[in-house]
């Protein structure tokens, strides 16, 4: 497919169709398992064929649709083997590409948007360099120089909006597909966030903040704005081999240790330099920029649509204060501490010891000198507070997330998912001394 799609009747039917696609292999599985086929084989096939329908229809449709899978996409380390496995390559497939649009198509928006700058932009080449949720990026020359052009896709608005509208409808029935994730929420910020990552202008302003902050850095890389309008963003061109999705792939762990730190010091470490946290932690943002004989170098970071811009022009002082008291182990403080914040509404009790039990797992990144993430670390976590019959469970129905510390928890969350798909070994603890306001002390 190289267009977006753009007819609303059209696209709603594609995804409505997920769930009862879904529903309908189930059926049919379940029928092969009276037959007489193994409960595994056909479990087997049942998730690859969901994950194949699922993930091509998503990466076809672009749009909120493909911005979906990307987000889903930064989950799969928590997810149980058995459903991850089959899930894995469709799943990763999004993290880096798409189907282009016509070149001729691209060169009239581009005329259109930058008008008589658009004779300064020569040399556009026609396959596309790369392909996200509502836009593609071409390579060509600005003024003599090297720069990405990241065009939106026509139509991109409307496609995002009627996409996540019917995502919402159908989030319950997607549930099977996700076990375990709670697809509503996620959806819901999607939304909210949509007008933002629509207008190019604003992601020209951030990526700007960044870039002047970033400019010289020994670790990060942040390409400089030649120009943004509504639908047409210039940067300067960043000469990279891979994204992160490669080192998750087949990174020896030289390169997943190496780049995992990098990555993790600029997410803690963005946000008091820029006064914004980039929100946005899928593995194809961030770019590999190798030294010149190959030994793992610099990180790149792309797509500044996602930022949330914070109040305080940093992380919560608070956050970090009551990590470090859960790291002290003094739950009973921890409890005062979180009905403080909003995180236990008023007349909800939470006992300190069981969410002793909930938290310490999550705490202990935050502990130890070192650690590794893994895929393994991650489910086990996911399935502790999964559980119906577990404490933790039942701690967490009791928790409540407020709306200010929404995007920063959304955001880690993601970020501990790549660090358990890249299984880096860092020093975490170390990192949060330098970086999270509060942590310290």
């Known amino acids: 497919m190289t267009e977006l799609p753009r007819k609303a009747v059209r696209r709603t039917a594609r995804l409505a169709a997920l769930p009862l696609g879904y529903a309908g292999r189930q059926a049919i599985g379940l029928g092969r398992r009276i037959g007489g086929a193994p409960a595994d084989t056909v479990m087997t096939e049942l998730q690859q064929r969901t994950a194949e329908q699922l993930f091509r229809t998503l990466g076809e449709l672009k749009g909120g649709a493909m911005k979906f899978g990307q987000a889903m996409s930064i989950f799969e380390a928590a997810l149980p083997e058995e459903v991850a496995a089959p899930y894995r390559e469709q799943l990763t497939r999004l993290q880096d590409s798409a189907p282009p649009m016509p070149t001729i198509t691209v060169r009239e928006i581009i005329a259109d948007q930058l008008g008589e700058d658009a004779g300064r932009l020569t040399d556009l080449q026609g396959d596309p360099a790369a392909a996200a949720s509502i836009g593609q990026v071409h390579q060509a020359r600005w003024d003599g120089a090297d720069v990405a052009v990241k065009v939106q896709y026509p139509g991109a608005g409307d496609a995002l909006r009627n996409d996540l509208k019917q995502l919402a409808r159908v989030a319950r029935g997607l549930g099977p597909v996700f076990p375990g994730i709670d697809v509503k929420p996620l959806v819901t910020e999607l939304q909210e966030r949509a007008e933002e990552e629509l207008d190019y202008r604003l992601e020209a302003q951030a990526q700007s903040v960044f870039a002047a902050e970033y400019d010289g850095d020994p670790a990060v890389v942040v390409p400089a704005v030649r120009a943004g309008t509504e639908t047409v963003l210039v940067t300067d061109w960043l000469d990279s081999p891979a994204s992160l999705a490669q080192v998750i792939r087949d990174g020896s762990q030289a390169e997943r240790d190496h780049y995992g730190e990098k990555f993790v010091r600029f997410l803690f470490g963005a946000p008091a330099r820029t006064g914004m946290l ?50 002290l182990d003094d739950y009973d403080q921890l409890v005062a501490g979180l009905r403080d914040e909003g995180f236990i509404r008023e007349k909800v009790q939470v006992d300190a010891d069981k969410l002793r039990a909930y938290l310490s797992p999550f705490v202990e990144p935050a502990g130890a000198e070192t650690f590794t993430f893994s895929r393994e670390w991650m489910q086990e976590q996911f399935r502790r507070v999964n559980d119906p019959k577990g404490d933790a469970y039942s701690v967490m129905l009791r928790l409540n997330l407020p709306p200010s510390y929404l995007l920063i928890h959304r955001t880690w969350v993601g970020g501990v998912g790549v660090l358990s798909q890249l299984g880096a070994t860092i020093p975490f603890r170390e990192i949060l001394l330098e970086s999270l306001p509060g942590f310290a002390g």
């Not at 790149?300 to 970090?320: I, N, Q, S, W, Y």
């Open 278 to 327: 980039h929100a946005d932690p899928h593995p194809g943002n961030f770019r590999l920029l190798p030294e010149p004989d190959g030994s793992p170098g610099r990180l790149g970071v792309l797509d500044f649509g996602a930022v949330a811009r914070l109040p305080e022009r940093g992380l919560p002082r608070t956050l970090g204060s009551l990590i470090r008291i859960a790291c």
